[in-house]
């Protein structure tokens, strides 16, 4: 956090609409109770890093995890796509925020594009459009489901399936 400023304080001698000349200090007080660890995950636009973290998700898709939060029902994570292909029916319970750091793709049923360097925001249930029947589905995917496959997946890999617990909030 950086430093506050002021327009009317003088104290340590700033004058109005003056930036104060004190240095930075970290917060002193008690930490507010049951607030979650703060989470970074360093280099991930950057992709460069080992391969054992890509999860695979299904024959030529992976997801790597940046968060897995629990506590609020969702997920953040690379998605990593390397074939063209048709995605299946699918409902969103939430909504759906996905920036495109690479190739491009769209819906069947819109008009839009998401290109490289785009973000798309998709409202829950946009996928099916209403004349479409969803039928039985056929699974869930939600956070506990990404923790699960990438537990195992960490386990298997040689990471132990602990090492999810970072992304964990
Ligand atoms: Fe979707």
Same mark, same amino acid.
């Given at each position: 956090?950086?430093? %506050?400023?002021?327009?009317? @304080? ?9 930036? %104060? ?24 636009? @950057? ?16 997801? #790597? ?24 029916? !699918? ?12 190739? #491009? ?13 785009? !973000? ?16 039985? %589905? ?32």
């Amino acid at each position: 956090m950086g430093s %506050p400023t002021t327009n009317s @304080s003088t104290e340590n001698g700033a004058t109005a609409n003056q930036r %104060p000349a004190a240095e930075a200090v970290a917060y002193q007080g008690e930490p507010l109770p049951n607030v979650p660890e703060d989470l970074v995950v360093p280099g991930i636009l @950057s992709l460069d890093f080992e391969e054992r973290l890509w999860v695979p998700q299904a024959p030529d898709v992976w997801f #790597r995890p940046i968060l897995f939060n629990v506590s609020q029902g969702y997920f953040v994570n690379l998605l990593r796509v390397r074939r063209s292909g048709i995605l299946s029916r !699918h409902r969103h319970s939430g909504p759906v925020h996905a920036t495109v750091l690479k190739g #491009r793709w769209h819906y069947l049923e819109h008009d839009w594009w998401a290109t490289e360097g785009s !973000h798309a925001f998709e409202p829950p249930a946009t996928s099916t459009p209403s004349k479409c029947q969803m039928g039985t %589905p056929l699974g869930v995917e939600d956070v506990f489901s990404k923790l699960a496959s990438a537990k195992a997946h960490y386990e298997k890999v040689g990471l132990g399936s602990d090492y999810v617990d970072q992304f964990i909030r």
